[in-house]
């Protein structure tokens, strides 16, 4: 009997296990030539299944025998220890920024509608979309190397635009404004070299011409709701003037 329960409980621990970790590659919502011509079904491609690949496999290696190995992938952001290794912290960043970005991008076709919220929150923020997408812009252009701007929910509840160098985002615990990611734009070179080589400021206009507002707007409404998460990020401390 004891064997029964210990073998069920291994078993259980191991399903669980196998639940949680390892990470896999999301499947893109569209086919790699839906989003040409704004990026070409090459870009698209590679970046998913060479480079996504990449982080998702050197993840589950990092995690690997690490107290980790069954966080979920938000937990291992949010944990400061964790992230002191750069290949859990390179990585989980990688993981996550991709899966954020697929998500985010549609064919023109297959664009929703921002939700009367969010268009309310962004001309109370920025003035209006415009205004926030030269900020969003400015802030993808003055990214020297490799990084990310983001759209992010600040624990105060309001819209920031922020940059993040790498593969980091503003989940994790950085010496600048924090927030859950709302919309993200990888301006890494592999995501537009072959259709726009070094074209930065092209590649993001086209970008804008994929944003799919309906998710965007979906996920500020579940980072309004998830105040699990949001009290886990702590507020930007204010630096002491003087
Ligand atoms: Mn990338």
Redesign the pocket.
């Known amino acids: 009997m004891r064997h029964a329960v210990l073998s069920l409980f291994l078993l259980f621990n191991a399903v669980f296990v196998v639940i949680a970790q390892p990470f896999t590659l999301p499947k893109l919502p569209y086919a790699y030539q839906d989003y040409a011509p704004y990026i070409d079904a090459q870009t698209m491609e590679i ?1 998913l299944t060479k ?2 690949q990449a982080y998702v496999n050197n993840l589950n290696k990092a995690l690997k025998g690490t107290p980790y190995d069954d966080y979920t992938l938000e937990d291992v952001l949010l944990n400061k220890s964790a992230l002191s290794s750069d290949a859990i912290r390179n990585n989980a960043g ?1 993981h996550y ?2 899966s954020l ?1 697929w998500e985010i991008l549609a064919p023109k076709a297959k664009q929703g509608a921002i939700s009367a919220d969010l268009s309310k929150e962004i001309n109370t923020s920025f003035g209006n979309l415009d205004s926030l997408k030269k900020e969003l812009n400015k802030a993808a252009m003055s990214r020297f190397g490799s990084g990310w701007a983001w759209l992010i929910l600040t624990p105060e509840l309001k819209l920031a635009v922020v940059s993040t160098a790498n593969q980091d985002n503003p989940l994790m615990h950085l010496d600048a404004q924090r927030g859950i990611p709302i919309a993200g734009i ?1 301006v ?1 070179e ?2 537009y070299y072959l259709n726009y080589q070094n074209r930065r400021a092209d590649y993001l206009s086209a970008v804008w011409e994929l944003l799919n507002w309906q998710i965007i707007s979906e996920k500020y409404q579940k980072a309004k709701e998830n105040t699990a998460l949001m009290g886990r990020i702590a507020p930007l401390k204010k630096k002491k003037k003087g």
């Open positions: 970046h480079h996504h990688g920024n991709h970005f990888d890494w592999h995501a």
